[in-house]
């Protein structure tokens, strides 16, 4: 049976409150929670928006914006005189990886560049010549790639030497948006680590790599654990908020995990949002520690092992999008699998784990004349799909203890028939995950973790559980095969 989202009146909310802000790929959402991890109803409010992308790999989104959006939301969630003061804390996630240069005053000196900005693919090259990228991947739990500091950094100084030489700092799009709002650029523990600068056993910066980049630790700012709130520097002009403290801003990574149930190594998350992710939370550093994978230091204690895949729900936007598609997407999908169906290496803004080739693009075989739209998108989505399961290979030895894979995201719970294909390519069960804004939840409910520990929290709403069918499975696994062989030959030249 599936339970749905249960959402509690604010007479009936449980205290200490929470607002939790979620800043996303396509929008920035908040919303008020109470102790039990349940949203407050009619206190939920988002604003859409977009990142300006380019053929060059360029995409970027105005932090300032992205401030004036986050000030919406919390006009729109904080306005019940009901409320009063019974809000006790805020916190924010963000999607991961992103860039602004600011000057000494915290003004931008440069848009933000988001994890799928591209455009430091030739730096990547050079630092991988420079450096021994295996131990660096031991270090900081993370490869040489577009979407880390490292290349971005080394990238400013030669194409805009003015902006890498009057950048005081280097912050992530929530401290900007913190630094804004209360005075203070509250940096996460998982959002540095993010970066791919920091130290994933000792939770410093890598002097190596600040080194071959020519920066220095002053310009970042020193980690948090979500144990570590404050009260706001700067005067706080929204009443409902005036006893509330501060968390410094996470990933929307460790936050999806957390929404989706996914809290110990038994549980491995399948994040199907505008990016994906496969990810599990495990005690310490991961060892061994794939060459494919990542593995971020999310506190003191804990670090979150896995892949990241940059176009999921993007993939399947921009099918939509492009394509004559029929109204009933969903009969192409639950059709058994066929030879006929379009093999596709769908990388429309390059590739993360396991390849980790920034500069990959989208590879479609097997098309021919009697190839119709609803066949293409089958193969869009069986080629996202195959990417999970090519980071899910690589993940099983450092993660043996995962018994479930939970599924969670706007592709998901908007295209639900695709987790069967998931199911059969993984060849193990996947539980849906039917919580809409599991990322926010688990935002909510980590700072619940210090307000009110000893709160029993409301269950995660679950649907189905797909399990893995043979003929199909033994089918996707000559795919894979396929897929492996184009790949190679393709993406790896």
């Known amino acids: 049976m599936t339970r749905t989202d249960d959402d509690v009146a604010l007479d009936a909310a449980l205290d200490p409150l929470v607002l939790a802000l979620d800043i996303g790929s396509t929008a920035t959402r908040g919303g008020v929670h109470d102790a039990s991890g349940r949203r407050v109803h009619g ?99 993370t490869r040489l790639h577009t979407s880390y500091h490292a290349p971005r950094l080394r990238r400013f100084a030669a194409t805009d030497p003015r902006v890498a030489a009057g950048a005081a700092a280097w912050w992530s799009l929530g401290e900007y948006v913190l630094a804004r709002l209360i005075g203070l650029p509250l940096a996460g ?90 990810r599990v939370l495990v005690d310490g550093p991961a060892d061994p520690l794939p060459f494919g994978l990542w593995n971020y230091r999310v506190d003191a204690g804990r ?14 936007s921009w099918a939509q999008s492009t394509l004559r598609l029929s109204p009933e997407l969903a009969a192409g999908l639950t059709a058994p699998p066929s030879d006929a169906t379009p093999l596709v290496l769908p990388y429309l803004t390059g590739e993360r784990a396991p390849g980790w080739v920034g500069g990959a693009r989208a590879v479609f075989g097997g098309v021919s004349a009697a190839t119709d739209a ?46 069967q294909i998931l199911a059969d390519v993984l060849g193990r069960p996947v539980t849906h995950v039917t919580r809409r804004r599991a990322t926010q939840r688990g935002t909510a409910l980590l700072a619940l973790d210090v307000l009110a520990p000893d709160v029993p929290r409301a269950p995660r709403a679950t649907g189905a559980t797909y399990e893995p069918r043979p003929a199909h499975v033994e089918h996707y696994a000559q795919r894979r095969a396929r897929f492996a062989e184009v790949y190679d030959a393709l993406v790896r030249g």
Request: charged content about 20%; aromatic content about 4%; glycine content about 8%.
């Open 303 to 316: 670090t979150l092992l896995g892949g990241a895949i940059n176009d999921v729900g993007r993939a399947v």
């Open 189 to 278: 523990t998982s959002t540095v680590a993010w970066t791919g600068l920091l130290d994933r056993r000792t939770g410093e910066l890598d002097p190596e790599l600040l080194r071959a980049v020519g920066a220095s630790p002053e310009q970042f700012s020193p980690p948090r654990d979500m144990t570590e709130p404050v009260p706001a520097a700067a005067p706080v002009r929204r009443p409902a908020l005036a006893r509330a403290v501060w968390f410094p801003v996470i990933t929307d990574g460790f936050a999806s995990n957390i929404g989706s149930g996914a809290t110990d190594a038994t549980v491995l998350t399948a994040a199907t949002a505008t990016s994906g992710a496969l």
């Open 374 to 419: 609803d066949t293409v998108f089958r193969g869009i989505v069986e080629g996202v799909a195959m990417t999970y399961a090519r980071v899910a290979d690589e993940l099983h030895p450092a993660a043996p203890r995962v018994l479930e894979v939970a599924a969670a995201g706007r592709v998901s719970n908007d295209q639900p028939a695709w987790l």
């Open 43 to 141: 206190l939920q409010h988002k604003v859409e928006h977009a990142f300006t992308v380019a053929p060059d790999g360029t995409s970027v989104i105005d932090p300032d914006q992205v401030t004036a959006e986050v000030e919406q939301v919390l006009d729109a969630v904080t306005g019940d005189p009901r409320l009063g003061t019974r809000i006790t804390g805020v916190a924010m996630d963000t999607f991961a990886a992103s860039l602004i240069a600011v000057d000494a005053a915290g003004r931008a000196l440069t848009p933000c560049l988001t994890y799928a900005d591209s455009r430091s693919a030739d730096a990547v090259t050079a630092l991988r010549e420079e450096l021994d990228e295996h131990a660096l991947q031991q270090r900081t739990g």
